[in-house]
Structures are given as structure tokens and as C-alpha cells.
């Protein structure tokens, strides 16, 4: 079913595709972003303590979380012509090999404008115990539809 932004309600949810995290998609990912920091890739490093936080081996990059969220969204609104405008995400998890994550979401409230129509919207990524390794609120602006007249 296609949604449509008269039938969305505070409450309702969006749930995106799960991913299985391995040494090769941290690795892909650093081939796509360009970012080879030693925290993606190299066990001896990630051996030793950063300040306060020991992640006790290679994590995989925090934009691959606001990947999947993106996704997500854009699977979710495209079909009903809508878009995708804004994502503030924060980390609060490192995800490791071997974990799957997955993005989900939840509508937190709908505006009209004078130009268009808004829905905000509640992101979290949880691995497979159910933790959240990456929460954050997403915009999706619908399109306006035109009169009949």
C-alpha cells in the first residue's frame, strides 16, 4: 500500500531493511566514503583505549547507519512522490562484525504549510539485541496536491 500523507498518524511506524555487518561491508563502505581510518580496519589498533571508550575491535563507519536510514525513507515516501529533506542522527552504539542491524521509525507529527506538507518523523537503528546504535528525527516533505477547479 502506497502511503499518503492523509492517512498517516502520529504513531504510526517504518521499517527498513535489516543488515548483516562484516569485515567486507566495512570494507566496501571505506572504498565508498573514501574513509580508511584505522578504527574500520586495523584489529591491532583498535586494541588500545580512546580516552575513556575500549570498542575491542574494528566498528563499522556511523554513516553507514545514516545509509540505511536513508534509505529507508526514500523507499517509504518515493512511491507517493514525497522526499526526503532532513536527517540528525547521533551514534550511541558501536556495531561490530557480525551484528545485523535495522532502521525503523515512528511519526511524530504532521504540519501543513502554506507550501507544502510535513511529516517529522522519530529514527532509530537497533542491532540484533534490540539495543539502538544510532537514533536521530528525519523530515519528509509530501507534495502539495493540486485543486480540482
Known amino acids: 500500500m502506497t502511503v499518503t500523507f492523509d492517512n498517516l498518524r502520529a504513531g504510526d511506524t517504518i521499517i527498513g531493511p535489516s543488515f548483516a555487518v562484516s569485515r567486507e561491508s566495512i570494507r566496501l563502505f571505506c572504498d565508498a566514503s573514501l574513509d580508511y581510518n584505522p578504527l574500520h580496519l586495523d584489529d591491532a589498533y583498535m586494541k588500545g583505549n580512546f580516552g575513556k571508550t575500549s570498542f575491542g575491535g574494528i566498528i563499522m563507519h556511523g554513516m553507514n547507519n545514516f545509509g540505511l536510514i536513508t534509505r529507508m525513507l526514500t523507499d517509504w515516501a518515493m512511491p507517493s512522490g514525497a522526499i526526503h529533506?532532513?536527517?540528525?542522527?547521533?551514534?550511541?552504539?558501536?556495531?561490530k562484525p557480525g551484528d545485523t542491524i535495522r532502521p525503523s521509525g515512528i511519526?511524530?507529527?504532521?504540519?501543513?504549510?502554506?507550501?507544502?506538507?510535513?511529516?517529522?518523523?522519530?529514527?532509530?537503528?537497533?542491532?540484533?539485541?534490540?539495543?539502538?546504535?544510532?537514533t536521530g528525527e528525519a523530515m519528509v516533505e509530501f507534495p502539495v496536491l493540486a485543486k480540482a477547479g
Open 85 to 95: 529533506r532532513r536527517l540528525e542522527t547521533r551514534w550511541v552504539k558501536p556495531v
Open 107 to 134: 511519526i511524530k507529527t504532521k504540519q501543513v504549510t502554506s507550501k507544502s506538507r510535513w511529516v517529522l518523523i522519530d529514527v532509530i537503528v537497533q542491532n540484533q539485541r534490540d539495543e539502538p546504535v544510532a
